[in-house]
Every structure is written in C-alpha cells, then in structure tokens.
C-alpha cells in the first residue's frame, strides 16, 4: 500500500531533500517551503527514516480538511480513520500543532481539541470508554496554514537530526541535518580533501565520514514507528537495517580533517566521532582556524564559524575572518564554503562569492557562502581498467 509521506526540512534546503528523495526512488508530489511530499510504502517509511540526512522527520499523511472554527476542526479529526493507523491499545497525542495566516492559532487550544476528536473517534469504534494507551507512541503533528489543515503522524519520533553520536556538544552547534546538507551542496565525494577549521564538537567532518563510509545516518537509531507492527511488519525494519549494515564501508580511505583552537572541542570532536564509528576517518587536531595548512591541492573547507550571536563578540569578528580567508589563500586550488548570520562577512573573506544560499536555522537566517575552487583534471587510465 502507497502512503503520501511529509519530510520536513531547514528553509533553504528543499532542493537538497528533494534530491534525495528521489535517489532512493521515490515520486515527488509537492515542495513547499521547508517540506517535501512524496509518495511511498511501508518499506519507503523505513527506508526514508534509515537514509535521508537532511530530513528533519518522516511524516505520514493521514489527514486534510478546512477548518475556520474549533467545531470545524473537530469534525475534521474525527472525520479521520484513526483506526486504520492506530491500535485500541496505541498511545496517542497531539504532539505539535502550527498555525500560519489562519483563523485557528491556539496551539494548545488545537491540540486538547485535536485529542478529544481522536477519542472520540476511536469509542465509536472500539466500544471503549477509556483507552488504557499502554502501546506504542502515535505522535500526531498538525499544520494549518490558510485555514487548511494537514493532518500526520511522526514515523519518526526523535528529530532525525538525532543521529545518536553527539552526547557533548559545544555552545553553538550546528545540527546534524544543515552539516550533512552544507556538505551534500558541493561537489565534494569521498577521495577529495575535507577540512573544517572551526570544527567545535567535530559535526561536520563526523557527517562528511558518514557519507564517505555509506553508513546510513540512521542506522544506529530507533524511531516511533519501529513499534507501529499493524502497519508495519517487523521485520522490514530488521532486513532493511542488515543491509545497510553490509554496505558500511569503514575502510575507505578518507582525508577529512577538523581543527579547533579550544583543547576541549577536540577531546569532544574525538569521542563523538567514535560513537559514529568514524574516528578513524577523521584527523582532529587542536589549531587555530589562521594556522591551517595543507600543501595538497583541489580541497574543500567547509565551515561554521562565530557569527557574533553565538561564541564570539561582533568586534572580535572581522579579525577571525580575516584569518579564515587567509588560511584559505595560502591553499592551493581550494574552495572555501561558509555558514554564517553575519551579513559583514564577505567583506573580510575576500569580496563576493560565486554562490550564495538562504538558509533558515530555526528563525535564524544564514548564508551560505561558496568560493568555488577550480576543477581538479580528469585522471586518464592508460588500457583497460
């Protein structure tokens, strides 16, 4: 059976989802702003949770309608074949509710309604007047926008940012799924240099590895609807996740590399990249961003700096830049790609970029500044491989 799946996603990332999806062959129906639908099955359920890096979660469709007033959207939830998805035993709430240029914006008022709808619903089927909810969790996540509601739940519990590795971070970290998107952006593949010169808890190059090993960034984790057995078997989550396993290659040779000035960062960079089963894909020294050299040509530097709201003063700024463009200068053949909030930046890492991207990190806007290296020369093989 065919489900319309929801991927949300960072604003300014869509392309790069989308992409992704597609890769693992699935139909796009619709992108909005900070979502992607698409069509899938059972199996794409498990397989999107296991393998996407820049979907923020799965979500599973189950539900549209208008609602201009609370009778309105009462009906609506009711209206929905809850006991198609969810067991007599399940537990469910309404987890998170979002209302844009609608006439229904209570969030909390959306979720006690949306509750009562469900159960509701669920005694006019199950003949029960308590529901024990001693099974699995359904989350429910509802979005209105323009009065027009859409209806789902989370296949995946825990943000899919929350890969697993990162227990210690630092002040400011970037999360998972921008890193591995940041990444995914350029032309960068497994046997190019990588280098972030402001690595902090070493997310980054931790991301590039797992993309370098073909480790699935979900691999090691579990999601809500593992425990989803009357609309999931079992045992798709079981086979899907042996062959990713087989797949991993943690023996590829990689020259990713992280740096941080703060000893602490790097104590921290090492031990999360050894719970991702990467550490011996990344080289994590202990440097200032200035002092970073490299003699071999045609890397990447990848990076997220301070950008005054986050570690460092905005006086403090123009100079940590200034030695990030010089350290890039002194490279040979290098592109040079950089998030930041900070709209001065450009002017001290060396004039325009050749691209810029928005990106939304939660409310914050950033950039995505990209210097574009040149192309490395094609390799000829001399008779047959």
Not at 14 to 22: C, D, F, G, H, S
Not at 235 to 253: F, I
Request: aromatic fraction near 12%; proline fraction near 5%; include cysteine.
């Amino acid at each position: 059976m065919n489900y319309e799946l929801m991927a949300p996603c960072h604003f300014g990332l869509e392309t790069v989802l989308k992409r992704e999806i597609y890769d693992l062959g699935y139909e796009i129906k619709k992108v909005e702003d900070g979502h992607v639908f698409y069509e899938a099955d059972e199996d794409g359920i498990v397989i999107s949770n296991l393998c996407l890096r820049t979907a923020e979660r799965v979500l599973l469709v189950v539900g549209r309608f208008t609602a201009k007033t609370y009778e309105d959207f009462f009906q609506g939830m009711k209206g929905i074949q809850w006991e198609s998805y969810l067991p007599e035993n399940a537990k469910f709430w309404v987890t998170k509710a979002t209302s844009v240029k609608s006439k229904l914006f209570s969030t909390t008022d959306l979720q006690r309604v949306g509750k009562r709808a469900m159960v509701a619903r669920m005694q006019g089927v199950y003949h029960l007047d308590h529901f024990p909810e001693t099974g699995s969790d359904y989350p429910v996540r509802i979005f209105i926008y323009k009065d027009e509601v859409t209806v789902t739940l989370d296949t995946s519990g825990d943000a899919l940012h929350k890969r697993g590795y990162r227990k210690e971070t630092g002040k400011a970290p970037i999360s998972e799924t921008i890193a591995a998107a940041l990444i995914m952006l350029t032309p960068w593949r497994a046997n190019r240099i990588l280098a972030d010169p402001f690595c902090g808890s070493g997310t980054i190059p931790i991301e590039a590895a797992l993309i370098a090993a073909n480790i699935a960034p979900g691999l090691y984790r579990h999601f809500a609807a593992e425990g989803w057995t009357e609309l999931i078997d079992k045992g798709l989550w079981t086979e899907e996740k042996k062959w990713l396993r087989e797949a991993v290659d943690t023996n590829v040779e990689t020259r990713i590399y992280g740096c941080d000035i703060d000893p602490e960062m790097i104590r921290i960079a090492n031990e999360n990249a050894a719970r991702a089963g990467v550490k011996k894909l990344i080289h994590f020294k202990r440097a200032d961003a200035g002092d970073f050299r490299m003699r071999d040509p045609y890397g990447f530097m990848i990076t997220n700096p301070p950008y005054g709201e986050r570690l460092a003063e905005k006086e403090e700024l123009p100079e940590l830049y200034k030695k990030l463009k010089n350290a890039y200068r002194g490279l040979d053949k290098w592109s040079l790609y950089v998030i930041t909030a900070w709209e001065d930046a450009t002017r001290y890492l060396g004039g325009k970029p050749d691209k810029n991207r928005k990106i939304y990190n939660g409310m914050l806007k950033t950039y995505f500044y990209q210097y574009m290296g040149p192309k490395p020369p094609k390799v000829e093989h001399n008779g047959k491989d």
